[in-house]
């Protein structure tokens, strides 16, 4: 069982960055899928970024914006955000996926979830 905890979303301007961090406890001392959703008003929840280990998986309207990472000593995962639009505006998800390796990239893939954070963009 893991707790995680977002932190870092806030309000920026078009082109701006924000670092989204999501500090995990409980279930901690091994490794396991953790990814980032997003949910915009009036639709679906969406998955953004993903990591087991090595490289993360992104979606196809935040790569080469986004940057998924684990500091595995600090039990924390990241999301560096830049190059920011309007159309990533939306509350922001840290889920843990305890099963190990990455199973999926759906809501239902994921057991813990945090309590979202705000991201907002305005032109």
């Known amino acids: 069982q893991v707790q995680l905890v977002e932190s870092g979303g806030g309000s920026v301007q078009t082109g701006g960055s924000l670092r989204l961090s999501c500090a995990a406890s409980?279930?901690?001392?091994?490794?396991?899928?953790m990814g980032w959703f997003r949910q915009a008003p009036g639709k679906e929840r969406e998955g953004v970024a993903f990591?087991?280990?090595?490289?993360?998986a992104y979606a196809g309207s935040v790569k080469g914006r986004f940057t998924i990472s684990r500091d595995s000593a600090k039990n924390t995962l990241y999301l560096q955000m830049n190059s920011l639009k309007p159309e990533d505006t939306a509350m922001y998800y840290c889920?843990?996926?305890?099963?190990?390796?990455?199973?999926?990239?759906?809501?239902?893939?994921?057991?813990?979830w945090g309590q979202g954070t705000q991201v907002t963009v305005s032109s």
């Open positions: 889920a843990a996926d305890l099963r190990g390796y990455c199973r999926g990239w759906t809501e239902g893939d994921f057991g813990y």
């Open positions: 409980g279930d901690t001392y091994y490794t396991y899928c």
């Open positions: 990591i087991y280990t090595g490289a993360g």
